[in-house]
């Protein structure tokens, strides 16, 4: 084709035609313009089509972490609300001064412990290095950075006043003092202890371990409630990527 162009375009230099050589010319660098515009569109295209994929992969990259995030969320609710029912019932018998029964060694076991969720933030920390305007969806962007910059912040915060202030410097030394720890024959790994008070009838006298265990279970009710809340958020969001995830792709 071009050797068609250089062939016309001398034969119109031979005949000396400027006016049918001016409109040749200007042909051709409409042609070239063209050219050069349909070039950069599916330049364009091209890179286009690669953002979206790189948006595709990152939505499901956090897609994947929200669902794991959702499984421990679901997993530390089941475990507070269990650990608050042993709360609950050790006070009642402190409170009432109900005799020993064995069936508390359970509950002395377990009533200082918190649940420990495990965020994964590993792929909006990536999304993050990449660039937050990845996510095309405004709204959608806007609710990622809700949770993972401000709820998720405020939950590692709340675990870690449990477990450096709350847990280490009150309830563990409380424990140890009034309580000895012990493995039935059939107790298996990750099971809950099991634990005797060293003397029952002095603990129903324990003002400091009855309003501990109060202040055990206000914590749970708040943790309970926030884990509530986190919960269905996760799971709003969750179906928000879905939703997203099929219109990116065209389903």
């Not at 950069?40 to 990152?58: H, P, T, W, Y």
């Not at 969320?73 to 507070?80: K, N, P, R, S």
């Not at 405020?154 to 309830?171: C, F, I, M, R, Y």
């Amino acid at each position: 084709m071009f050797r068609f162009f250089r062939q016309l375009r001398h034969k119109l230099r031979a005949e000396k035609n400027i006016h049918r050589y001016l409109l040749y010319a200007l042909g051709e660098i409409v042609l070239v313009v063209l050219g050069i515009l349909i070039a950069i569109q599916i330049d364009g295209m091209n890179e286009a089509r690669k953002l979206k994929q790189v948006e595709i992969d990152s939505l499901s990259e956090i897609l994947t972490g929200l669902e794991d995030t959702l499984d421990e969320v679901e997993l530390a609710l089941e475990q507070d609300r269990r650990y608050r029912d042993c709360n609950y019932k050790i006070l009642d018998y402190m409170d009432n001064r109900k005799p020993y029964d064995k069936s508390l060694d359970t509950c002395f076991g377990v009533y200082y412990w918190s649940p420990t969720v495990q965020l994964t933030t590993s792929a909006y920390e990536q999304l993050k290095l990449r660039g937050l305007e990845i996510i095309s969806n405004e709204s959608l962007r806007k609710d990622l950075t809700e949770l993972f910059d401000t709820r998720f912040d405020v939950l590692k915060s709340e675990v870690e006043l449990w477990d450096s202030q709350l847990l280490l410097s009150t309830l563990y030394p409380l424990h140890t003092n009034h309580f000895r720890k012990y493995f039935p024959a059939e107790w298996q790994i990750y099971e809950d202890e099991f634990a005797k008070p060293v003397d029952y009838e002095g603990l129903l006298d324990n003002q400091q371990f009855k309003n501990v265990l109060a202040e055990i279970i206000s914590l749970r009710n708040w943790s309970v409630k926030t884990n509530e809340v986190l919960e269905n958020e996760i799971q709003v969001l969750i179906g928000k990527i879905k939703a997203e995830l099929k219109h990116l792709k065209g389903e």
